[in-house]
């Protein structure tokens, strides 16, 4: 097993604490370890050097990776599971992952309610690297809820309770998981595990790759210049969603220049048309990017995820 030693928010604050508390720090990273996502090969890549790159960003941001070839998950496992596990995707416009602003420091909070976090650190979508790029995304998300339900017991879950979490364009790869799970992404794949996750939560999403709404990066990298309009069908979730289509939790606020907030209205509407649960809520302001706190309000809406967490049935 190798043990993940990042520096998150909790972790920078046991190392800052007296010595009392230090004799924490080795239940904390117990709690953490970094697995390679595939064990054998990885589909539907190119035989090339890592291209990976890391930068570190500050203590606001922490550290986002590049160019990400060899997809990994972190798990977090807290010491009295609850039953419930989270593959939680990062943003980054599909050019990046803030593994640590909407990763591992978000993946703290859900172990300290006893929710098992799986963070994904998810392949860019690269011709370089990827053999057809705008599935493999698709393919790790789709892979992390298979290994999270596969080893259900190792983890203490109940594999009927695992669901997915995304910020930005990886709200948008949690969105695909939640609408395109009836199709797997690595067609080759003869594993009948089930990879509907069981809820979604969705944060400043990407939802949409419509000329209006479309967050243009994030389709550029994903499906191309010249994306054709069954692509743009395609990788639109709200045109996906279905009856089946598992219960969502929505985070916008109504100034983000970067998403448009009618990105998480269109998927909100489209819910309630084919009568699946949905809770949204949208601030006046906040932006892009704001991670787990919205300092333009008081409001934080972890805590309503977590409330609505417990709710699930």
Known sequence: MNLFFPIPLLTKQILQTSLGML?????????????P?????????????????????GEKTGRVFWDTAIPTLTIYQPEKPNGQGVVICPGG??????FDKEGLWVAEQLMEEGITAFVLKYRIPQD?????????????????IRYARQYAEKYQ???????????????????SAATHFYELA?????????????????????????EELAHKGSRRRLIGDSPTEAQILHWSNEKQVKADTPPTFLVHAADDRSVKVENSLVFYQACLAHSV??????????????????????????????NWLKGLK
């Open 23 to 35: 004799m924490l720090f080795p239940l904390l990273v117990q709690a953490q370890t970094e697995i």
């Open 37 to 57: 996502l595939y064990p054998e090969a990885i589909p539907n890549a190119r035989q090339v050097p890592d291209t990976e790159r890391v930068e570190d960003r």
């Open 93 to 98: 416009g599909y050019a990046l992952t803030a």
């Open 128 to 144: 370089s690297t990827c053999i057809d790029k705008s599935l493999a995304p698709l393919q790790d998300a789709q892979q992390a």
């Open 157 to 175: 879950l109940n594999p009927r309770n695992i669901g997915i979490m995304g910020f930005s364009a990886g709200g948008h790869l949690a969105a």
């Open 186 to 210: 690595d067609a080759s794949l003869t594993d009948t595990t089930s990879v509907r996750p069981d809820f979604a939560a969705l944060i400043y999403p990407v939802i949409s790759f419509s």
């Open 277 to 306: 649960s949905v809770e949204m809520h949208l601030y006046p302001e906040g932006g892009h990017g704001f991670g787990m706190y919205n300092t333009t309000t008081e409001d934080v809406w972890m805590e309503r995820m977590k």
